[in-house]
């Protein structure tokens, strides 16, 4: 198997992988059209890749059977593209949560103590211990977080050790769930915005999380209030944010923005960075020793056990549900030939099928193959494929 890696990667990730078998080429320089050069030329069966966006191009160069995101968000990949070519998509989800809440927690602290601006003047020989002197400080302050996976969970640890209060908000959490994690809950966004003194965003980028966090929410947050984002600027209406720093003096914490360079290094220009109140950092929220290694080793898993097994592990592009309507279930002698039959009667009828599965009772002298299709078989061809074989023992038509 062949494994192309288009982005920086552990040398422990590559090892794993040529320990495996692999033929690993890795070359974190491969962007845009040298890309899908390196995809058509190297005939990888899987890429890699940590920020490099993969586009249809890409995903139709080549013969590739797997994408994977060597890190939680996957919204810099065409699933849509892939999913039509029938290419798996997956990620490593959780593995980065303590490196981003660590970074969401350094930016609360780093705002409240205006760390960066006591640097800035003690590099420009000034000392001013009468301005840094104020600051609020966290005990007893309200964290309010949208999204409660795994990043949230590892904010609501350090939120509590420094003896916080927090309410939540996440789609899949109840009352109950949210007593469990110990602490309120909330029925909207709109809620944790008017109840919270620091505002932090942990929700994955999708067509229903885009610009989620928009002027409504920042309208009910408190004057001098702080935003912190480390999941995906798009989750964001950055012009709403920035109207919201200048007539609210809202207090924001960044690791994302809307217009970042595409290569590690370059250029970069962005009105929210100039205003006053606001620290960035350059996306590293993930880009710890400790996260990166626990991502590589989660890939390696993910592309072994698809080597061995052709199963793929944290897939996220396959159909939550078919266009089945009806499931033939087939009971038959465990023996060559009786399933093609029975597919080539299914194929003749003009019906699709869209998923089966083939279960054997021990001793493998039987079995029941489950088989799922887009229509209802009609009568000629149920007495078709029960008389045609003799190893068919028994057929039930199942509508859905």
Known sequence: MKVLIADKFEASGIQGLEALGCEVINDPSLKDETLIDAIRNSEADVLVVRSTKVNEAMLAAGKLSLVVRAGAGYNTIDVKAA??????????PGKNAVAVAELAFALILALDRRIADNVKELCA?????????????????????????QIGSEMIVRAKAFE??????????????????????????AEVANDCDILSVHVAMTPDTRGVINKAVFDLMRDGAMFINTSRAEIVDQAALIEAVKTKGLRVGTDVFANEPATPTGEFSDELI?????????????STNQAQEAIAAETVRIIQTFKETGKVPNVVNLSEQTPATHVLVVRHRDRPGVLAHVF???????????????????????????????????DATLNLIQAGNEDVIELNLLRL
């Open 83 to 92: 999913s039509e070519r029938g290419i798996y998509v997956s990620n490593c």
């Open 125 to 149: 020989g000034k000392w001013n211990k009468k301005e840094f002197s104020q600051a609020q400080g966290l005990k007893g302050q309200t964290l309010g977080l949208i999204g409660l996976g």
């Open 164 to 189: 916080m209060n927090v309410v939540g908000w996440s789609r899949s959490l109840t009352p109950e769930k949210a007593a469990e994690m110990g602490i309120l809950f909330r029925q909207t966004i």
């Open 274 to 286: 100039g205003l006053p109140n606001v620290y960035g950092t350059h996306h590293i929220g993930a």
């Open 344 to 378: 080539n009667e299914i194929k003749a009828a003009n019906i699709n099928v869209q998923e089966m599965e083939n279960i054997v009772f021990a001793g493998a002298q039987a079995a029941i193959a489950r088989i799922a299709l887009d229509a209802p078989l009609d």
